[in-house]
């Protein structure tokens, strides 16, 4: 069964109006009208047949279509109420693709998926962020992420210690993934054209190079970061640890209480937690 590509302006627009649709300012919707660059994403999954495939906000089906046309087994959240329709349309012929309608931050994902899973997805911008270290933090059995997000993100995901954009976000992305930039999206690649340039991420998960508690860990980076103009000592006090055990854990780990946090690798950060949390 032939299916025509979705994946450009003209059946984009005549998607939109059949069923008079406006992309969401609220939600972040941009429809991807570039054939190539679904071709490029795809081609960054590293698809193989009957691969299992999470995607997050399918929208009208776009990069959904090159995923299934690649072999992939998807299994679509849409948090838009309005999609279902217009997808059950788009996308009626392939067997192997199921949507869900929710919101993926509140689905229980272990539910839906099965052991070894890779996710695909164009996410909105302005949740980016708290989607990405949800599905990381959850420990789900994924073993790649490709993602479509904004430029600055994407080399705040990939910054290295003594950077200015290297953050909270740098060492829990790289705590748990192997990160690259596979290539960049202008905006007119999108209808509306965003504001501003996307990046394709892969992430390539595996376990923590380092053994913590992790939610202590990410407490302890976080509150490092909280305050990056003061000093490593100074933030992590501020960020509700106690004075002579942070300076303990620093000793101990033989960092300097005057660092600041954009100095620290992921093995001092590793370090300074299990330093730092004492029972």
Same mark, same amino acid.
């Given at each position: 069964?032939?299916?025509?590509?979705?994946?450009?302006?003209?059946?984009?627009?005549?998607?939109?109006?059949?069923?008079?649709?406006?992309?969401?300012?609220?939600?972040?919707?941009?429809?991807?009208?570039?054939?190539?660059?679904?071709?490029?994403?795809?081609? /960054?999954?590293?698809?193989?047949?009957?691969?299992?495939?999470?995607?997050?906000?399918?929208?009208?089906?776009?990069?959904?279509?090159?995923?299934?046309?690649?072999?992939?087994?998807?299994? /679509?959240?849409?948090?838009?109420?309005?999609?279902?329709?217009?997808?059950?349309?788009?996308? /009626? &012929?392939?067997?192997?693709?199921?949507?869900?309608?929710?919101?993926?931050?509140?689905?229980?994902?272990?539910?839906?998926?099965?052991?070894?899973?890779?996710?695909?997805?164009?996410?909105?911008?302005?949740?980016?962020?708290?989607?990405?270290?949800?599905?990381?933090?959850?420990?789900?059995?994924?073993?790649?992420?490709?993602?479509?997000?904004?430029?600055?993100?994407?080399?705040?995901?990939?910054?290295?210690?003594?950077?200015?954009?290297?953050?909270?976000?740098?060492?829990?992305?790289?705590?748990?993934?192997?990160?690259?930039?596979?290539?960049?999206?202008?905006?007119?690649?999108?209808?509306?054209?965003?504001?501003?340039?996307?990046?394709?991420?892969?992430?390539?998960?595996?376990?923590?190079?380092?053994?913590?508690?992790?939610?202590?860990?990410?407490?302890?980076?976080?509150?490092?970061? &909280?305050?990056?103009?003061?000093?490593?000592?100074?933030?992590?006090?501020?960020?509700?640890?106690?004075?002579?055990?942070?300076?303990?854990?620093?000793?101990?780990?033989?960092?300097?209480?005057?660092?600041?946090?954009?100095?620290?690798?992921?093995?001092?950060?590793?370090?300074?937690?299990?330093?730092?949390?004492?029972?």
């Amino acid at each position: 069964m032939l299916h025509p590509k979705i994946s450009n302006i003209s059946a984009t627009r005549h998607i939109l109006k059949t069923f008079n649709l406006r992309a969401s300012k609220k939600l972040g919707q941009n429809f991807l009208i570039d054939s190539s660059v679904v071709e490029k994403i795809v081609k /960054a999954a590293e698809i193989s047949d009957v691969e299992e495939i999470l995607e997050i906000g399918p929208g009208i089906g776009t990069l959904t279509q090159g995923l299934l046309e690649a072999g992939a087994k998807v299994t /679509a959240v849409e948090l838009d109420k309005k999609l279902p329709e217009v997808l059950e349309k788009t996308l /009626a &012929g392939y067997e192997n693709f199921k949507l869900i309608q929710g919101d993926i931050l509140k689905v229980n994902i272990s539910e839906i998926m099965p052991e070894n899973f890779k996710v695909v997805a164009n996410l909105p911008y302005y949740i980016t962020t708290q989607i990405l270290l949800t599905l990381m933090e959850k420990k789900l059995p994924i073993t790649k992420i490709v993602t479509m997000v904004q430029k600055e993100v994407a080399e705040r995901m990939i910054a290295a210690p003594n950077s200015k954009i290297y953050g909270a976000m740098s060492v829990a992305v790289q705590f748990r993934a192997d990160v690259k930039i596979s290539f960049d999206v202008q905006p007119e690649s999108f209808l509306p054209r965003p504001e501003v340039t996307s990046s394709v991420v892969v992430c390539d998960i595996h376990e923590p190079k380092f053994q913590v508690d992790e939610k202590f860990f990410t407490k302890v980076v976080r509150a490092a970061f &909280g305050q990056r103009r003061k000093t490593l000592l100074n933030s992590l006090v501020g960020g509700g640890f106690n004075r002579e055990n942070v300076l303990n854990a620093l000793n101990s780990a033989e960092i300097s209480p005057e660092r600041r946090a954009e100095t620290l690798t992921i093995e001092e950060f590793a370090q300074l937690s299990n330093f730092l949390n004492v029972k």
